[in-house]
């Protein structure tokens, strides 16, 4: 559109048409108390009980370690303007198509999901999903051709939309009720903060070392981590099906 248009003014006023359509959304949504409350008294220690749920539990630790260093690491996103412009040299319309790939890719596989019967090794799933992440930055980060790109950057939205699905499961059904919230605000800041470090670092190395070499270096990093997760937290690893994880009592 920005091509189109020689102008960003309408993308804008779509985008907050979208955020209210979103708010009213979910201010539709009716809230049934069905939960038990926490009864403790807010202090200092309930405070941080999120993050020592988190700690204590190798296979959340482990589900958000692994999600939040893909992205520190293996996020391209913040290069693509130099890759459409100087790279692939495509211009603002092939821009938008490098942005899009990713949410494409996680579309077509929260769908594909949807109608799969549940994963039987969710843990192994999480890490060859992860490693499929980072091996598809690495192919983005080589690609000079137009039409590989977007399709590798499909494949990482979907395979981030796995990691994403298994972690976000797993913090809603393995927390007790009363810490469920602390919990997901836990994983929340953790993920947000990575993309944002993430995008931090990837100009950086490539300040120093070009973009080619910051996004291949960090598919590599990438899967390294995933390596050393996999064999520091066995637990991961035998993670079974979801539906019969059970809550780990506090």
Known sequence: MIALQKSATRVYVIDGALIMICTGLIAAIIYKK????????????TLVAGMNFVWHNKVIFGAIALDMFAVLLGGATA???????????????????LRAA???????????????PPMKRAGIALIWSVIGFGAVTIIFGLSRSFELSLVMLALSGAFDNI???????????????ELRGRVSAVNSVFIGTSNELGSFESGLAAAFFGPTLAVVGGGIG??????????????????????SVEKVNV
């Open 34 to 45: 069905t939960v038990r409350l926490s009864t403790q008294t807010p202090s200092l220690k």
């Open 79 to 97: 290069l693509l303007p130099i890759f459409a412009k100087d790279i692939l040299q495509v211009g603002p319309t092939g821009l938008g198509w």
């Open 163 to 177: 990691s994403v699905v298994i972690r976000h499961t797993l913090v809603q059904v393995r927390t007790p009720d």
């Open 222 to 243: 990438t899967i390294l981590v995933v390596l050393v997760i996999a064999l520091l937290l066995p637990e991961l690893r035998r993670l079974g099906p979801l539906h």
């Open 102 to 116: 990713p949410a494409i890719g996680a579309l077509v596989m929260a769908v594909t999901l949807a109608h799969l």
